[in-house]
């Protein structure tokens, strides 16, 4: 039984420009923007380049004639996860129980330094991540998490703040709309407003079960929240996943089926690599893809026996995407779905699938994940990849925000 | 067309054959249910998507202009089942559909029924005569262990094999494999199958739906490769056949067991369910023990904690441990009489698990893998 203290929320100052500007020195203080997928949109920007009016999901076409003086770089997740395993290392040496909510934000069970308060504790904190790291974060600290992330939302930049008398949050509640809480955007707080509901302080003053028959039970874990009563917990290991997924954007859309049949087998093979590090199996696919006018569709099979094996799964893809193409139409986003996930050490066997086939097929797959560990991944891959060769010959494209393990959120 | 419907007979018929229309169609006509009315052949009530089709018979007709009407599906519903007439006055022209209570009066559009889909009639004349308890026996205790998403093999449904004096049915998900044969009877020559027919599980629901265990016999035929019809005391089912392979199931039974445990029914089903209780999704199995003198079922889970049921066993041979999924074993348990014996034929945790009834059951179980 674990009573919980008070909480610390811990997020990196623009991370991915504050990441950029460690190893590159000559960046800081002017506009920074980094690039996603392709290099085609700007995924994180300094404050300088906020200032010139660049949004993050901006495309780089309108960028640039905004801040045609920031330099433009390209994403780099592997160096990213680096450091952000770094600044965890040190949080949980201020703490014993830290959770590795994402790349840039971590929750911790807040106890004080000796000899020191916890305002002095979140700046010793802050302090020692710049020092050591290179990292600006900010740290809040309050009696639960929705509070202590509204906290160090209101101290940022490069802040450190401990709240915890009820008078305190009641002013910062009453500054902030009700949209800086994470999980209540534009639909829910439209569903708020009739009721007078708009700012944070709003929201922990009404009526508990008004705010349930709102916004359901994640409405009232949030009241419970506001009001100093932590429901929800520092998770210092990841839950189980349901599902697993791979695929995202194309960067330029394709009518192309030879393309988008590249593309399943290219998330196909990151999938796999997925299910293999957690130990699961799939029982069932899905695949779901997304044109440019705005359509999606979608196609779900299961598998004969849950499996992480490629020539099963793809028997299964296949005939998803086939569903999920639409004849003319201009792809530009799939997503590859692996569901009713099944522990490997649990796995059901076939009925009609011999041992043999088993051991043969499963000697393959180590063989290409042992010759990807030593040469790089994706050194061999399936031929139907061809058609993608710019996009493996781009080094962005082989690490992904989504290949850095273990956090909680995306 | 005009005729005066016994309301409670026409809502019954409505029950059985309502769930064949498609609630969406690019042909909307299917989306409705056609009744033909006539003096000489009776009436009839019937529905299509065009994969599955019935007809139905429908009693307490009185008919006085025979012909056809489409009757829209649940709006008609609605009038029978809100209704406390005793009997329903249906009638149509070439403007409408009128139905007529004794305070009650609707006038709906109504299609021309000419463009309904001709529903085939069970025409053969030789068959296979099967009796009704056991073809419901048949279908139920097979039916829920097959996979409607399957993309190897046919398994989205039934294999039926027929020969002159049996019929065997067989479903199978990959994992598991269902196996339930009975008598039947050849009427006039009745040709054996060709192929490997797989009857899908929406008309296997269908046929189940019709029947009772005190009906008289079934009749069952098989068209070719394509369809199957049954004729059942109310009503003639016909189904097109799954397409695609079904596996070579024969070679999943194992050629002999090293331990046979008779057991009651009951006091498994209730042990596995109880084991069950204490798995997740990301720890299924249960982990069985059979020992002499007792069953022995541990369950372990993280977060969720461990359990372990202990069932006593009149067995006195060697012991075996193996891993289910318990899910698979209560699919099967709760088909069959909980005061019944089963008996599990054991080699050990790789191989398949079989177990039996006196009664033509056979049930093939493959265990999970667990490092032990």
Same mark, same amino acid.
């Given at each position: 039984m674990i009573r919980q203290g008070p909480v610390g929320h811990i997020d990196a100052d623009c991370f991915y420009v504050s990441a950029e500007r460690v190893r590159d020195r000559e960046i800081v203080g002017i506009p920074v923007g980094v690039l996603g997928n392709q290099g085609a949109c700007v995924i994180a920007k300094s404050y300088e380049m906020k200032a010139a009016g660049v949004g993050t999901g901006m495309p780089i076409w309108e960028a640039l004639p905004k801040c045609p003086e920031g330099v433009y770089l390209k994403r780099d997740f592997r160096w990213y996860e680096v450091l952000s395993r770094a600044m965890l290392a040190i949080v949980r040496d201020f703490s014993p129980r830290v959770e590795f909510y994402s790349i840039d934000e971590f929750f911790f069970e807040a106890v004080a330094m000796r000899g020191k308060t916890l305002q002095e504790t979140a700046e010793a904190l802050r302090d020692r991540i710049l020092q050591e790291v290179g990292v600006p974060v900010t740290v809040g600290i309050a009696r639960t998490r929705t509070l202590a992330k509204l906290i160090s939302d209101s101290a940022k930049p490069f802040g450190a703040s401990a709240v915890l008398d009820r008078d305190a949050e009641e002013v910062l509640l009453a500054d902030r709309p009700v949209t800086e809480i994470t999980g209540i955007a534009g639909r829910r707080a439209r569903t708020l407003e009739p009721w007078g509901i708009r700012t944070c302080l709003d929201l922990a003053r009404a009526d508990r079960r008004l705010v349930r028959d709102l916004l359901t039970a994640t409405g009232e874990t949030l009241w419970w929240e506001l009001n100093g009563d932590p429901v929800a917990p520092i998770r210092t290991e990841r839950p189980l996943h349901k599902t697993l997924s791979r695929g995202g954007s194309f960067g330029e859309a394709t009518d192309s089926p030879l393309i988008l049949y590249a593309w399943l087998v290219r998330n196909l093979e990151r999938l796999i690599e997925e299910l293999q590090y957690h130990e699961v199996l799939a029982g069932r696919i899905s695949v779901w893809v997304t044109y440019k006018n705005g359509q999606s569709a979608s196609g779900r099979l299961n598998v004969s026996v849950p499996t992480d094996r490629f020539d099963l799964l793809l028997d299964a893809a296949r005939p998803c995407l086939r569903r999920a193409w639409i004849r003319r139409g201009r792809a530009e986003r799939m997503q590859l779905i692996a569901e009713q996930l099944t522990s490997r050490h649990d796995r059901p066997l076939s009925l009609f699938t011999s041992s043999d086939v088993l051991e043969r097929a499963e000697a393959i797959a180590g063989v290409k994940k042992a010759v990807n560990n030593r040469h790089g991944r994706f050194a061999i891959r399936s031929a139907a990849t061809l058609p993608l060769a710019a996009i493996y010959r781009d080094e962005a494209n082989g690490y992904d925000i989504c290949d850095v393990r273990g956090k909680v959120c995306f | 067309?005009?005729?005066?419907?016994?309301?409670?007979?026409?809502?019954?018929?409505?029950?059985?054959?309502?769930?064949? #229309?498609?609630?969406?169609?690019?042909?909307?006509?299917? /989306?409705?249910?056609?009744?033909?009315?006539?003096?000489?052949?009776?009436?009839?009530?019937?529905?299509?998507? +065009? &994969?599955?089709?019935? $007809?139905?018979?429908? =009693?307490?007709?009185?008919?006085?202009?025979?012909?056809?009407?489409?009757?829209?599906?649940? $709006?008609? /519903?609605?009038?029978?089942?809100?209704?406390?007439?005793?009997?329903?006055?249906?009638?149509?022209?070439?403007?409408?559909?009128?139905?007529?209570? +004794?305070?009650? /009066?609707? $006038?709906?559009?109504?299609? %021309?029924?000419?463009?309904?889909?001709? *529903?085939?009639?069970?025409?053969?004349?030789?068959?296979?005569?099967?009796?009704?308890?056991?073809? $419901?026996?048949?279908?139920?205790?097979?039916?829920?262990?097959? %996979?409607?998403?399957?993309?190897?093999?046919?398994?989205?449904? *039934?294999?039926?094999?027929?020969?002159?004096?049996?019929? #065997?049915?067989?479903?199978?998900?990959?994992?598991?494999?269902?196996?339930?044969?009975?008598?039947?009877?050849? &009427?006039?020559?009745?040709?054996?199958? /060709?192929?490997?027919?797989?009857?899908?599980?929406?008309? =296997?629901? =269908?046929?189940?739906?019709?029947?009772?265990? %005190? %009906?008289?016999? *079934?009749?069952?035929?098989?068209?070719?490769?394509? #369809?199957?019809l049954v004729r059942t005391h109310n009503a003639v089912i016909y189904s097109r056949l799954v397409e695609g392979r079904f596996p070579r199931y024969q070679d999943v039974f194992p050629a002999k067991a090293d331990v046979k445990i008779p057991m009651e029914v009951g006091s498994l089903r209730l042990a596995v369910e109880q084991a069950s209780i204490v798995t997740s999704d990301e720890s299924r199995g249960v982990d069985f023990n059979f020992a002499p003198e007792a069953l022995t079922l541990a369950s372990q889970a993280a977060d969720v904690g461990s359990s372990r049921i202990e069932l006593p066993l009149g067995y006195e041979g060697k012991s075996v441990e193996i891993t289910f999924d318990p899910r698979y074993l209560i699919d099967a348990l709760k088909n069959l009489d909980d005061a019944s014996t089963i008996t599990a034929e054991l080699i050990d945790h790789k191989n398949a698990a079989v177990f039996k009834t006196d009664d033509g059951y056979s049930y093939v179980v493959m265990p999970l893998t667990r490092e032990r």
């Open positions: - | 067309m005009k005729a005066l419907c016994n309301r409670k007979g026409l809502l019954a018929a409505f029950g059985m054959v309502s769930g064949v #229309a498609p609630t969406r169609s690019p042909k909307p006509i299917l /989306q409705n249910l056609k009744l033909v009315v006539d003096t000489e052949d009776g009436s009839t009530l019937m529905a299509t998507d +065009l &994969e599955v089709g019935i $007809r139905y018979r429908v =009693l307490g007709v009185k008919v006085d202009q025979p012909g056809s009407v489409i009757l829209p599906t649940a $709006r008609m /519903q609605q009038i029978l089942a809100t209704s406390s007439d005793d009997e329903i006055a249906i009638e149509a022209d070439s403007e409408g559909l009128t139905v007529r209570g +004794l305070r009650s /009066q609707f $006038r709906l559009p109504a299609e %021309d029924p000419d463009l309904f889909p001709e *529903v085939p009639d069970f025409g053969a004349t030789s068959y296979h005569v099967v009796g009704a308890a056991d073809l $419901r026996r048949l279908i139920r205790r097979t039916m829920f262990a097959t %996979d409607v998403e399957s993309t190897r093999y046919a398994l989205g449904g *039934v294999l039926v094999e027929l020969s002159s004096e049996a019929i #065997a049915m067989v479903g199978t998900d990959g994992r598991r494999l269902a196996k339930m044969s009975a008598g039947a009877e050849s &009427e006039n020559d009745a040709p054996v199958p /060709q192929g490997m027919p797989v009857i899908p599980v929406k008309a =296997l629901k =269908l046929i189940e739906r019709n029947l009772s265990d %005190d %009906d008289p016999p *079934v009749h069952l035929t098989i068209q070719g490769t394509t #369809a199957v």
